[in-house]
């Protein structure tokens, strides 16, 4: 189909960036036959094109209904979970005695970039089980594992999270929800949660929902929350649904996007309350689920790099095919029209397009990279640096493809003109479930005031300070290319910048913290410039030895490569200078905005 990430794309992503072959010759990894990591993306892209794609448009013509107490979707997002999990994908990288294959987290997350851009929202079901059930998996105590687990590997059992509240918002300290111990060990939970993705639907026997509340009597704020296992229904030993608990359905919630995911409000306890097992320790349901939170994060920024990609490919299509106008030079009445892509208008919005879902990507993939160093890496200081990495990245990770990928997505509409704002083309959805990204698992502001008040003083900065180690890295070795050089030397001054403007923010905090981090969301943009930037120097270092290796070999995509770091350098990297000049200058515009004054 059009529009999935390539198979070449991916090919140069894993293995010419990132060097992913390497990964079958460490211990966990050993006994993978050398061909599983491209059968496992075969496998991924035929499923994806088959299965997933026919019937995205239908799941957004077609919304969830509420009917008896229970969310109906269409009967294809059934038949596209059960072929997901009889593949495998739901369990893929679990351990082999938890029923997984080991499979390497950069080929796992690569392979889901393809479902993401083929049916984000019937997608989200699996994405949001895959987190629950890794919750549980760190989390969850033998007897909970031993009746859950296999259920949520094999299909049977989906998976939520729920946190957000009616009225409450990102502000998960104020939580009402509560939860009663009860003389068995379990707990009674009462509450009601909001915006809950997956919460309801009809194609699984069973849905675990991993639930923040507060034992009664703890603490108010953060540091009074656990972490509950609710599942809709109760299991006996075996496994097998039993009884109905009580979780209620109240109502579903209709999206701008992403509408064949169910969005639904649910109510804990109004029988007397919903059963529930303690994950983790008490007053540790935070510190847990951000275990899932962040996993999720990174799956949004892949997410948002899939659609992105996917107008990109959509609209150079379209592109290539349409008969549009002619070029100014062109004098002649009556002479042939031009395709679209000869116009350079719209070779510069494909051009941006392409710089920033690649960009975005390269990003994704190689916080995936990061995350299995930091769990599989044999030397215990690369394992060390890729968990710092990966701790300042993170925000970075999840923000930027969502932010950019709206722009690109928009771009794509703007390509097909009065086509694209039509339903006969699927620009128009993708930038609809683009728009997103943005806003879940945490809202951009949020993970600006995670990156500049809480990542970048990690281990007294040491994070911050391996990031531009590493970037600076890359800037060296680009040096070394004479095409290069420019791009190497524009790459050091911003980030230079960058660290000035870094600390000087840090200090502000200690003076006047409401200050400092007033524009923290435009500090979290243009980190993730340069963030970027670095990953489009990283793929033009190797375009550049490839294209010197052997000139005719890929030619065309080495090249295209190229003009696109160009593209991101000249156009979006050179644009942070006036940016880091204004967070350098403790920009007061909007802090000192008098409410009054908004007329």
Request: charge should be negative.
């Amino acid at each position: 189909m059009t529009g999935l990430i390539t198979d070449r794309e991916l090919q140069f992503l894993l293995y010419e960036l990132l060097n992913t072959r390497e990964l079958i010759q460490r211990p966990r990894y050993q006994a993978l036959a050398d061909d599983v990591l491209d059968a496992t993306l075969d496998a991924a892209r035929r499923l994806a094109s088959e299965v997933f794609a026919p019937h995205y448009a239908k799941g957004d013509q077609h919304q969830p209904e509420f009917v008896d107490g229970t969310a109906r979707v269409i009967p294809e997002t059934a038949r596209a979970w059960s072929a997901f999990a009889e593949a495998g994908f739901l369990n893929a990288h679990w351990d082999e005695d938890e029923g997984g294959t080991q499979l390497p987290e950069t080929v796992f997350r690569a392979a889901m970039a393809l479902f993401f851009g083929s049916n984000v929202a019937t997608m989200g079901y699996p994405f949001l089980t895959i987190g629950a059930a890794n919750l549980l998996r760190a989390f969850g105590t033998p007897e909970l594992k031993s009746r859950y687990l296999e259920a949520m590997g094999d299909g049977r059992c989906a998976g939520t999270m729920c946190l957000t509240e009616p009225g409450q918002g990102s502000a998960l300290g104020d939580i009402k929800a509560y939860a009663v111990p009860q003389d068995d060990g379990s707990y009674r939970v009462v509450g009601q949660k909001m915006f809950i993705s997956g919460g309801d639907q009809n194609f699984t026997r069973n849905i675990v929902h991993m639930v923040l509340a507060r034992i009664q009597g703890a603490p108010a704020g953060a540091g009074g929350i656990s972490l509950f296992l609710v599942p809709k229904w109760l299991v006996d030993d075996t496994g097998s649904p039993c009884e109905r608990n009580d979780v209620a359905l109240a109502g579903l919630l209709h999206k701008m996007g992403w509408r064949n995911t169910t969005s639904t409000v649910l109510s804990f306890g109004e029988q007397g309350g919903a059963r529930g097992y303690l994950i983790g320790a008490p007053g540790q349901g935070l510190a847990h689920m951000f275990h899932m939170m962040n996993e999720a994060r990174i799956g949004v920024g892949l997410i948002a790099a899939s659609l992105a990609y996917r107008g990109y490919a959509e609209s150079l299509a379209y592109a290539r095919d349409r008969h549009q106008g002619r070029l100014p030079s062109s004098k002649t009445p009556g002479s042939p029209q031009v395709r679209l892509v000869e116009h350079a208008d719209v070779r510069r919005l494909l051009l941006a397009q392409k710089a920033y879902a690649e960009g975005a990507l390269g990003l994704c993939l190689y916080a995936s990279s990061l995350f299995e160093d930091q769990h599989t890496h044999q030397d215990a200081q690369r394992r060390q640096h890729a968990a710092m990495l990966l701790d300042v990245l993170t925000p970075v990770v999840k923000s930027w493809p969502a932010r950019y990928g709206c722009v690109a997505n928009d771009m794509a509409i703007q390509v097909l003109g009065g086509s694209g704002y039509t339903n006969e083309y699927t620009v128009e959805q993708l930038y609809r479930d683009q728009r997103l990204n943005p806003i879940h698992e945490g809202a951009e502001a949020i993970h600006g005031l995670d990156l500049l008040a809480r990542k970048i003083r990690l281990h007294d900065g040491a994070g911050l300070a391996l990031f531009c180690s590493v970037v600076r890295d890359t800037v060296e070795a680009a040096r070394q290319e004479a095409a290069l050089a420019g791009a190497a030397a524009l790459l050091e001054s911003v980030l230079t910048k960058l660290e000035g403007v870094s600390a000087a923010l840090l200090r502000m905090q200690g003076q006047d913290i409401d200050l400092a981090l007033a524009n923290a969301t435009v500090y979290l943009d243009v980190f993730g410039k340069v963030a970027v930037g670095w990953i489009w120097l990283q793929q033009a270092l190797v375009a550049t030895r490839a294209l010197a290796a052997d000139p005719a070999r890929d030619a065309a995509y080495y090249q295209g490569k190229l003009a696109a770091q160009r593209y991101f350098f000249d156009w979006d990297l050179r644009a942070a200078f006036p940016i880091l000049e204004r967070l350098a200058a403790f920009d007061r515009t909007a802090f000192d905005m008098n409410e009054e004054w908004f007329q």
